[in-house]
């Protein structure tokens, strides 16, 4: 008998494939779904952020094992899930590497002025070239400010390293190992933030870390500074955010991810001029992509064939 499982969106080709063997897969309609269907749900792949409560876990009475494609699981509510004794799985140290050179493709993209020069270079004032224009930020040499020093914050930092940069961070507790091997220097978050030209958030969202960086802390930035987020939207206060750059506290922010996810389309930091926005594409490259999906089926199958997940969060 195939295991029954549930996933809330399309699944990948990749993923697809690897669970044909064993599992026979429903897409979750909502609350639309048959309840005769979500009856037989064992497991449940988790693709994307969409929001998975107790009151949804309650609709699987045979559900025990919740396989989430990422590491970031703030979108599930472990406790929930633990109060149930249903396991809940995640893809920690694949990303870092991928997530760590977003967060420089971010920064520089947005010291350097890439995306305004690229409209600039495709459009039709571009007639001659001006050495007077588009100038940007240093970033070799500068420092950079780095919350979070997990496995992606340390990827950063070996990245900032090749760019002569000097490495502040701010952690919920020191890193000395960190601090050893990467020339890295603790700063309380008030201190990172006077002392940084750009601030890197690689933190995961929780409730310690909504809206960690709001009014004060954006005002505590230079004007001259960049604030570049690759964690979650949630970690920002998006009003504060706008504020802060319409009016000059920073100068300008780089962004993988928003709250809400996407933005409203009209909402105001999408029509500002000193940000570069992308679709959360942290962890997406083929190679990441496949780890992840690979680790999510390993994960799903463990804990559907009662074994120990290889990565358990709850
Ligand atoms: C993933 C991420 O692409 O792993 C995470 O926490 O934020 C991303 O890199 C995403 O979670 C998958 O939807």
Do not use: C
């Amino acid at each position: 008998m195939p295991y029954q499982v549930l996933t809330n969106t399309q699944l990948s080709p990749t993923i697809l494939e690897l669970l044909a063997p064993s599992s026979e897969v429903t897409i979750w309609q909502g609350r639309e779904t048959p309840a005769e269907v979500l009856q037989k749900i064992e497991g449940f792949l988790v693709y994307g952020h969409p929001k998975i409560d107790g009151s949804i876990m309650d609709l699987m009475p045979k559900l025990r094992v919740i396989s989430n494609f990422g590491v970031g699981v703030d979108h599930i509510h472990l406790e929930d899930a633990r109060t149930r004794g249903i396991a809940v799985g995640n893809t920690p140290g694949l990303v870092d590497g991928a997530t760590a050179d977003m967060t420089f493709a971010l920064l520089m993209a947005v010291a350097r002025n890439l995306v305004i020069g690229d409209h600039y270079a495709r459009g039709p004032e571009f007639t001659a070239y001006d050495p007077n224009l588009h100038h940007g930020y240093e970033v070799h040499g500068s420092t950079i400010g780095i919350v979070g020093m997990g496995n992606i914050g340390q990827q950063v930092a070996k990245r900032a390293r090749g760019f002569d940069m000097e490495i502040l961070y701010h952690n919920r507790k020191r890193n000395e190992a960190a601090e050893a091997a990467l020339g890295a220097s603790y700063r309380s978050l008030p201190d990172l933030l006077a002392q940084s030209d750009y601030v890197t958030l690689n933190v995961p969202l929780t409730p310690e870390t909504r809206h960690l960086i709001g009014r004060k802390e954006l005002q505590q930035m230079r004007p001259t500074a960049f604030l570049i987020n690759v964690a979650r939207g949630g970690v920002v206060d998006h009003d504060a955010l706008v504020e802060a750059l319409q009016a000059g506290w920073i100068a300008g922010a780089a962004v993988d991810v928003t709250e809400p996810e996407p933005l409203p389309r009209d909402h105001p930091l999408l029509k500002l001029k000193n940000v570069v926005i992308a679709p959360h594409l942290g962890s997406a490259t083929r190679q990441t992509r496949y780890n992840m999906a690979k680790r999510t089926v390993d994960n799903l199958l463990a804990g559907l064939s009662g074994q120990a997940l290889p990565n358990r969060i709850a």
